[in-house]
Structures are given as C-alpha cells and as structure tokens.
T-cell receptor, first 119, second 113 residues
C-alpha cells in the first residue's frame, strides 16, 4: 500500500520548451503533495507544498512562474517546468501525505522520481 | 534552527557489522523523525520513524535511538548486508508545518562483502 507514481521517469527536452511531470497517489488520497529537486550526491531540496484545490506554497528562492504546480485532485499533482533551460536539469521527486487508510497521515511517501535533462 | 545535521557523510562497513548514522537538530518543536533509504536513480523509501515520546524503536535490523535532551537521534543497522548499500537521510517535521520535512545532508553507506 501507499504507492506514489511519477510520469515520465525520464525526459529529455530542448531549451525553451515546457515539460509536465505527473505525480499520482495510487491507493490513497493525499491531503498534501510536495515537490523536491535533488542534485547528484546532494540532499532533497523542497520546492513547494501543494494542497488539493489550493495554490501551492513555494519555498524561498523557487520561481513560481517557472515551476507551475497544479493539485487538481486528491490523487494527482503536476509540476510544469516552463521554458526549461540546461540549469533546470535535475532529478525531480514528488511525495504525498495521506488522509487515512493504507497511508499513515504523518508520513510522506515518495515517488520514484523524474530525471529531466534539458539540452 | 530549522536544520538537521547528519553525520558521517559516508560510511564503509563490513558485511555483518553495525552501521550507525547520527543526526542532530535544534528546533524543539520537531515531533516526527523519519529515516529514508534511497538507491541511485530512485525516490526515497521510508525505512523507520520515531516520535519523541519513545527513546527507541526497532523494526527488524533497523533501530532508531532517540535522545530528546541532547536533541539527537541515530539509525543503527544491525548485521549490515551489501544490499543495504544506499544513501540514508534523516528528517524531521512538526505537525504545525503541514508536515514539511527538513532533511539531513545524507549518508552514503557501502557495505563490503
């Protein structure tokens, strides 16, 4: 139980294009979803927190116009990297915090991550 | 005050040995302390978690020791196996902060056969 999926797992795009990453909680409803960015051999850096039906809360230094987050339902959140540039290349990971049932309410369950490469 | 400091940065242990990773925090409002295991190219997976009302929690070969007065907690991996080779992250959160996790810097563990 408590499975989170991400799609795509890997994406390569040209500079200037936009890329959408989906995060789904498969067997539980998520009150809150989080988006992280991770550089090689580094820790996870929280980008934003989103609650279903609300605007996302972005961490300091994260450009909200560049990283658009939509949390349309209790099982789906999307991150769109707009006008991507090579410096946006990174490993993007989402996590979901559950309501009840298979997912403990205090626990964040992480997706498998999306490797973005911008050429 | 929001930081969680993790050590060591890397650790090499022989198969069958005990791996110990330590974390320290300053914010006394933290009330949930999970440990995550991450393999290369994968997302972190919850390993074990503890709340400050207990001093130790054990699940299989993994044990968290928690020292509230010292504001420290540690992960012990008993009988370490090569399959345990991964990066381990400690984290902390408060209920009042929408469950936002503050992560440690990570420890890369290598278990030699």
């Amino acid at each position: 139980g408590a499975v989170v999926s991400q799609h795509p797992s890997r994406v390569i795009c040209k500079s200037g294009t936009s890329v959408k990453i989906e995060c789904r909680s498969l067997d539980f409803q998520a009150t809150t979803m989080f988006w992280y960015r991770q550089f090689p051999k580094q820790s996870l850096m929280l980008m934003a927190t989103s609650n279903e039906g609300s605007k996302a809360t972005y961490e300091q230094g994260v450009e909200k116009d560049k990283f658009l987050i939509n949390h349309a339902s209790l099982t789906l959140s999307t991150l769109t990297v707009t006008s991507a540039h090579p410096e946006d290349s990174s490993f993007y990971i989402c996590s979901a915090r559950g309501l009840a049932g298979v997912a403990a309410t205090d626990t964040q369950y992480f997706g498998p991550g999306t490797r973005l490469t911008v050429l | 005050q929001q930081q969680v400091k993790q050590s060591p940065q890397s650790l090499i242990v022989q198969k069958g040995g005990i791996s110990i990773i330590n974390c320290a925090y300053e914010n006394t409002a933290f009330d949930y302390f999970p440990w995550y295991q991450q393999f290369p190219g994968k997302g972190p997976a919850l390993l074990i978690a503890i709340r400050p009302d207990v001093s130790e929690k054990k699940e299989g070969r993994f044990t968290i020791s928690f020292n509230k007065s010292a504001k420290q907690f540690s992960l012990h991996i008993m009988d370490s196996q090569p399959g345990d080779s991964a990066t381990y992250f400690c984290a902390a959160s408060t209920k009042s902060n929408t469950g936002k996790l503050i992560f440690g810097q990570g420890t890369t563990l290598q278990v030699k056969p």
